[in-house]
């Protein structure tokens, strides 16, 4: 709540600053339960005739205003007001060091407002005072008809208990998730402890038959000697065509590829050892390998 103050009743103009200086009034916050310390903010507004304007050295300066009375600071705002004159805003920022034993009314005591014209003629005018109720920090005990009469202070209000288990929930479910967030990111990486899980050489291999499989002969050589290591670690030995029945027998995940298989062996004897050309295509090379990897992770 705001309390507007009419210029007509609490504003004293020295004549002719009525003619030049018009519309003043004043705006403050509630008069009443202002405690030591407090701040507060009065706002003057008025309107000055051209070509007159304000003269900011006649401005009060922050500091002392009275003993328990300090002004922290003065802002003025300037913007055009009705019938082409200048009209003005000042927000004055006041706190009180009242120490009151009592409820008990203070007074904002009024400044100077000048204004000067284009030829250097000044025109002064009063703005408003402000009243307002300052009150006790703490109870005074009064005698009065004989008797003490205590005039204590209210007990604060009791705090509510407001459950936290909620929150506690929440931030444990959050944890939770994080956690396990962590752990699948370090699987996922093989950072410590999962570093150590086992290999899968087929994947290993997929990757090195991808890279060199179309690069002509040589390619297709490389592809395929990367592929016979992966069948020897996952054997645990040297795999021979005529070990994969063993093989297959002992990895059953593999066993749905036995005819690419054996056709991969086969092609991969003539090439190396049968003094042939190449019968397994690059694209079928690249196949059972990435089918391989993939058995191999599912298993």
């Known amino acids: 709540m705001r309390v507007l103050l009419a210029a007509t009743a609490l504003v004293a103009l020295v004549h002719p600053a009525a003619a030049q200086v018009s519309g003043l009034q004043m705006s403050g916050p509630r008069p009443f339960g202002l405690l030591l310390g407090d701040v507060f903010t009065l706002t003057t507004q008025f309107d000055v005739a051209k070509p007159f304007k304000l003269d900011p050295a006649a401005l009060p300066k922050p500091g002392p205003v009275t003993y328990s009375l300090d002004l922290r600071s003065l802002k003025v705002d300037e913007r055009s007001g009705p019938d082409g004159a200048t009209r003005y805003?000042?927000?004055?920022?006041?706190?009180?060091?009242?120490?009151?034993?009592?409820?008990?009314?203070?007074?904002?005591?009024?400044?100077?407002l000048a204004v000067v014209g284009a030829s250097g003629e000044r025109v002064e005018a009063k703005s408003?005072?402000?009243?307002?109720?300052?009150?006790?920090?703490?109870?005074?005990?009064?005698?009065?008809?004989?008797?003490?009469?205590?005039?204590?202070?209210?007990?604060?209000?009791?705090?509510?208990?407001?459950?936290?288990?909620?929150?506690?929930?929440?931030?444990?479910?959050?944890?939770?998730?994080?956690?396990?967030?962590?752990?699948?990111?370090?699987?996922?990486?093989?950072?410590?402890?999962?570093?150590?899980?086992?290999?899968?050489?087929?994947?290993?291999?997929?990757?090195?038959?991808?890279?060199?499989?179309?690069?002509?002969?040589?390619?297709?050589?490389?592809?395929?000697?990367?592929?016979?290591?992966?069948?020897?670690?996952?054997?645990?030995?040297?795999?021979?065509?005529?070990?994969?029945?063993?093989?297959?027998?002992?990895?059953p995940a593999f066993r749905s590829y036995e005819a690419s298989i054996k056709a991969f062996f086969d092609a991969s004897r003539a090439a190396f050892f049968g003094g042939g050309r190449v019968a397994l295509p690059a694209e079928d090379l690249k196949r059972l390998a990435r089918n391989l990897a993939a058995a191999e992770r599912a298993a």
């Open 89 to 112: 805003e000042m927000a004055a920022e006041y706190q009180t060091f009242y120490a009151a034993l009592e409820a008990i009314e203070q007074t904002v005591p009024p400044f100077t």
């Open 128 to 251: 408003a005072s402000w009243t307002y109720l300052t009150s006790p920090l703490r109870p005074i005990v009064a005698t009065a008809g004989g008797g003490a009469t205590a005039f204590a202070l209210q007990p604060d209000a009791a705090p509510i208990a407001k459950s936290l288990r909620p929150a506690e929930i929440q931030t444990g479910v959050a944890l939770g998730a994080t956690l396990l967030a962590l752990l699948l990111l370090a699987w996922s990486r093989a950072w410590p402890p999962f570093h150590r899980r086992p290999s899968r050489p087929f994947a290993q291999a997929a990757r090195a038959v991808a890279k060199v499989a179309r690069s002509g002969e040589d390619g297709w050589r490389a592809a395929a000697l990367a592929l016979h290591r992966a069948f020897d670690i996952s054997a645990g030995k040297r795999l021979l065509g005529d070990d994969l029945g063993a093989f297959l027998s002992a990895r």
